[in-house]
T-cell receptor, first 114, second 111 residues
């Protein structure tokens, strides 16, 4: 157990629907990062939050949004889902000293859009 | 813009052989990270290299960092099937406190 908790682990939904993925960072970590990984692909950075504030945005679609709450958990909202949104979605967290320790990843949410 | 390139992207090798995965990056950084990912699983931290000349070893894997050449290597010695996985390198970007990722090297080790 990495200490980063993602729920749900699996999600199957229809095109056009909206889903919410949840992430609880490791205790004490203030930063949360969201990544998308399509089948046999690399990691696509979506968005980063630090202590409740958005810090950086990557290739995140307008249909996607995220937030980090005061208790530091984060949610990634995906709407108007398309078949191409099917992927593994990872959350990672880091402490203030990310330079030293890097990121810790959750186990991911596998989203299947049918 | 910091870019991280790994090569090869795909490697199929026999058990017992040695091989090296390379990770090049385009701008100055003294922090490099290696991660392992098994199919359909999460990413697991392997090595954190924090300075020029850093070398870390764990079992049959050894990672090194040359910040002057902007190059890190992940060397596999006498490969075994259990090392089959995708290996990612990532470089820390000071400007926005992010890791910038390579595309990953998919390693298949055949018995």
């Amino acid at each position: 157990d990495s200490g980063v908790t993602q729920t749900p682990k699996h999600l199957i939904t229809a095109t056009g629907q909206r889903v919410t993925l949840r992430c609880s960072p490791r205790s004490g970590d203030l930063s949360v990062y969201w990544y998308q990984q399509s089948l046999d692909q690399g990691l696509q950075f979506l968005i980063q939050y630090y202590n409740g504030e958005e810090r950086a945005k990557g290739n995140i679609l307008e249909r996607f949004s995220a937030q980090q709450f005061p208790d530091l958990h984060s949610e990634l909202n995906l709407s108007s889902l398309e078949l191409g949104d099917s992927a593994l979605y990872f959350c990672a967290s880091s402490a203030q000293g990310a330079r030293v320790s890097g990121y810790t990843f959750g186990s991911g949410t596998r989203l299947t859009v049918v | 813009e910091l870019k991280v390139e790994q090569n090869p992207l795909f490697l199929s090798m026999q058990e017992g052989k040695n091989y090296t995965i390379y990770c090049n990056y385009s701008t100055t950084s003294d922090r490099l990270y290696w991660y392992r990912q098994d199919p359909g699983k999460s990413l697991e931290s392997l090595f954190v290299l924090l300075s020029n000349g850093a070398v870390k070893q764990e079992g049959r894997l050894m990672a090194s960092l040359d910040t002057k050449a902007r190059l890190s290597t992940l060397h596999i010695t006498a490969a075994v099937h259990d090392l089959s996985a995708t290996y990612f390198c990532a470089v820390f970007m000071d400007s926005n406190y992010q890791l910038i990722w390579g595309a990953g090297t998919k390693l298949i080790i055949k018995p």
